[in-house]
T-cell receptor, first 116, second 115 residues
Framework: GAVVSQHPSRVICKSGTSVKIECRSL??????MFWYRQFPKQSLMLMAT?????????EQGVEKDKFLINHASLTLSTLTVTSAHPEDSSFYIC????????????FGPGTRLTVL | AQKVTQAQTEISVVEKEDVTLDCVYE???????LFWYKQPPSGELVFLIR??????QNEISGRYSWNFQKSTSSFNFTITASQVVDSAVYFC????????????FGTGTRLKVLA
């Protein structure tokens, strides 16, 4: 149980285009989902906290207009990188929080974004 | 403020050696959770253990063991008889219980096990 999927696993796009990444909790409902970014050889950095049905809370320094987050249902959150640039190339990881039982975050497999 | 420190950036050992990865944390919460994750080259985080602040018992799972010392705010991870497949980046993380469910991650320790 507690499986989180991300789609796509890898995406390459041209500079200036927008990219949408989906995060799904497959076998549980997640009222809260988190989005992280990880640059090579660095730790995970929290970008935003997404609560179902409400606006996401962004960490300091993260541009909310550039990284659009939508959490429309209890099993799906999306991250859209708008007008992507090469510096947005990174590994994006989502997690879904379950308050039942384990009371912990379950992580998706990550999406590797490369902006040319 | 909450903080997790993994002072060891990179460790190299020869196969079959034991290795300990250090994790020191800071929090003002009286109840909190500590985690260890493994991140192999594929990038997917693999959950290893969760420990709550009221449970100071050490844990052993196969070749893995964890030493939780509340007095020194440490939660160290030991791999016994290391194997090449243990090569990965290991992250220690902390979650408090006041307010959000955010995790605070350490900077990670890259472990290289040489054959």
């Amino acid at each position: 149980g507690a499986v989180v999927s991300q789609h796509p696993s890898r995406v390459i796009c041209k500079s200036g285009t927008s990219v949408k990444i989906e995060c799904r909790s497959l076998d549980f409902q997640a009222t809260t989902m988190f989005w992280y970014r990880q640059f090579p050889k660095q730790s995970l950095m929290l970008m935003a906290t997404s609560n179902e049905g409400s606006k996401a809370t962004y960490e300091q320094g993260v541009e909310k207009d550039k990284f659009l987050i939508n959490h429309a249902s209890l099993t799906l959150s999306t991250l859209t990188v708008t007008s992507a640039h090469p510096e947005d190339s990174s590994f994006y990881i989502c997690s879904a929080f379950s308050r039942q039982g384990a009371n912990e975050q379950f992580f998706g497999p990550g999406t590797r974004l490369t902006v040319l | 403020a909450q903080k997790v420190t993994q002072a060891q950036t990179e460790i190299s050992v020869v196969e079959k050696e034991d290795v300990t990865l250090d994790c020191v944390y800071e929090t003002r919460d009286t109840t909190y959770y500590l985690f260890w994750y493994k991140q192999p080259p594929s990038g997917e985080l693999v959950f290893l253990i969760r420990r709550n602040s009221f449970d100071e018992q050490n844990e052993i799972s196969g070749r893995y063991s964890w030493n939780f010392q509340k007095s020194t705010s440490s939660f160290n991870f030991t791999i016994t008889a290391s194997q090449v497949v243990d090569s990965a980046v290991y992250f220690c993380a902390l979650r408090g219980t006041s307010g959000t469910y955010k995790y605070i991650f350490g900077t990670g320790t890259r472990l290289k096990v040489l054959a």
